[in-house]
C-alpha cells in the first residue's frame, strides 16, 4: 500500500518564527489533505491540496504531485500552533492514509 | 452547520467489557468513517460507509469489532471483548461523497484496563 512519510518528527520553535513541514509518499494519489490535530485531538482540515500551492492566512501548502511530496509552511508561529500536523493521501475510493505525524511545539 | 458529534467522549473499561460509541455525521453526508488512532500514531481507517452499506472494512478486527449505520444516519461501532491494546481514540468522519474532503468528530477516547 501506499506510504507516508512525515519530516521532521518533532519540531521546537520560539513564537514568530517560520517552519517548513515535509510529507512524502510512495505512490500517485488521488488527493492529498493536510491537518492540525489540537491538544485536545480535534482534527481540522487545513488544506485539500492534490496539486498545485494554497494559502490561508500564515499558513500555505504547496503539492508537487509528479514528485510525490508535499510542504506546509507556517510562517510568525504562535503558541496556538502547537499540536500535531499530519499529511493525509487518498487512494482508492477516499481511503485516507496518514502519515505519523509531526510534532510541534511553539513557546512564548 | 453543525459538525460531526460522537458520544461518549471519555469510556474507561476493564479487558473482556463491552463498549459502544456513537457517531452522528455532518447533515447530508451520504459517507461516514471510522478511524482507530492509538497513541503517538496518525489514524487508521477501520471502516467506511457509503449511506447504509460497507464499502471498505478491510482494517477491522471482525471477530471482536462491529459497525453498522442503519438508515444511512448515525452510526455505531462496538468492541467486544475489549482487549488492553484497543486502548485509543476512535474518531469518526464524514464528508458529502467518497471523493470530498472528510471532516472529523472530536473522538472519542477508550482506556482498557
Known amino acids: 500500500g501506499i506510504q507516508v512519510e512525515q519530516s521532521p518528527p518533532d519540531l521546537i520553535l520560539q513564537e514568530g518564527a517560520n517552519s517548513t513541514l515535509r510529507c512524502n509518499f510512495s505512490d500517485s494519489v488521488n488527493n492529498l489533505q493536510w491537518f492540525h490535530q489540537n491538544p485536545w485531538g480535534q482534527l481540522i482540515n487545513l488544506f485539500y491540496?492534490?496539486?498545485g500551492t494554497k494559502q490561508n492566512g500564515r499558513l500555505s501548502a504547496t503539492t508537487v504531485a509528479t514528485e510525490r511530496y508535499s510542504l506546509l509552511y507556517i510562517s510568525s508561529s504562535q503558541t496556538t500552533d502547537s499540536g500535531v500536523y499530519f499529511c493525509?493521501?487518498?487512494?482508492?475510493?477516499?481511503?485516507?492514509?496518514f502519515g505519523a505525524g509531526t510534532r510541534l511545539a511553539v513557546h512564548p | 452547520e453543525a459538525g460531526v458529534a460522537q458520544s461518549p467522549r471519555y469510556k474507561i473499561i476493564e479487558k473482556r467489557q463491552s463498549v459502544a460509541f456513537w457517531c452522528n455525521p455532518i447533515?447530508?453526508?451520504?459517507?461516514l468513517y471510522w478511524y482507530q488512532q492509538i497513541l503517538g500514531q496518525g489514524p487508521k481507517l477501520l471502516i467506511q460507509?457509503?449511506?447504509?452499506?460497507?464499502?471498505?472494512d478491510s482494517q477491522l478486527p471482525k471477530d471482536r469489532f462491529s459497525a453498522e449505520r442503519l438508515k444511512g444516519v448515525d452510526s455505531t461501532l462496538k468492541i467486544q471483548p475489549a482487549k488492553l491494546e484497543d486502548s485509543a481514540v476512535y474518531l469518526c468522519a464524514s464528508s458529502f461523497t467518497a471523493q470530498e474532503t472528510q471532516y472529523f468528530g472530536p473522538g472519542t477516547r477508550l482506556l482498557v484496563l
Open positions: 460507509f457509503q449511506n447504509n452499506g460497507v464499502v471498505d
Open positions: 493525509a493521501v487518498t487512494g482508492g475510493y477516499n481511503k485516507l492514509i
Open positions: 491540496i492534490p496539486s
Open positions: 447533515s447530508g453526508h451520504a459517507t
